[in-house]
């Protein structure tokens, strides 16, 4: 079982808890009881935020989505009921061709022939149509230029969900390398050389 960090005490029992003796020193406080670790932190180059940036989109872009979709739904409700149901409409439209791709795993129609980003691009391209022709265009581009360098911030700066970093351990040359790493390093005659033949 996994403590993520925390120890555990062990209890000790004495038949009378308020009898201590004489030479009774009380323990130094532990200091490594429980590591707090931020979430979040500053890449070191534009290379390791570029990388995060497309492993957190990656990983969280239902989420990212989700909430760009939540603050367009709000901004929909007061002004905009015909915009707000085609809203839905597509929603429910995008949940049931993910639904269906979910339930046949080995169509070869669905898979190989309709591209899954393809099909969603069409139905964003489409609900942005919708959006526009109902006069809610303006909604929709506040919201994405509200929204999208929130998310941007986010992505960039969201390590992971346990707040470290994946050390690459050479054996070799007795080192590790982080994320923070750069991609390139430029040699003497200024030319851009991959770190694998440095």
């Known amino acids: 079982m996994a403590n993520y960090g925390t120890t555990q005490r062990i209890a000790t029992s004495s038949s009378n808890p308020s009898s201590k003796p004489e030479n009774y020193e009380p323990k130094a406080p532990n200091e490594n009881h429980f590591k707090i670790s931020c979430p979040f932190s500053i890449p070191s180059t534009s ?4 990388v ?3 492993r957190n989109l990656g990983t969280y872009g239902l989420y990212y989505t989700h909430f760009v979709w939540i603050i367009l739904f709000i901004t929909l409700i007061p002004a905009r009921k015909v915009s707000l149901i085609l809203l839905v409409i597509m929603t429910y439209v995008t949940s049931l061709y993910l639904l269906i791709l979910r339930t046949w795993p080995n169509s070869f129609l669905l898979h190989k022939i309709l591209n899954k980003w393809f099909v ?3 139905v964003a391209v489409a ?3 919708q959006l526009v022709l109902t006069d809610a265009g303006i909604h ?3 919201t994405l230029a509200c929204c999208m360098p929130l998310v941007l911030v986010h992505a960039a ?3 992971g969900v346990y707040g470290f970093e994946v050390l690459d351990y050479d054996p070799v040359a007795g080192s590790a390398s982080t994320e ?3 991609l390139f390093v430029v040699n003497e005659s ?6 694998e033949h440095v």
């Not at 290379?47 to 570029?50: D, F, I, P, T």
């Not at 200024?190 to 770190?195: C, H, M, T």
């Open 52 to 54: 995060r940036i497309l």
């Open 140 to 142: 929709l581009a506040v």
């Open 190 to 195: 200024g030319d851009k050389v991959s770190n």
């Open 127 to 129: 609900t942005a149509v």
């Open 47 to 50: 290379e390791s935020a570029a």
């Open 120 to 122: 969603l691009a069409v």
């Open 180 to 182: 923070g790493a750069p």
């Open 157 to 159: 700066l969201w390590v």
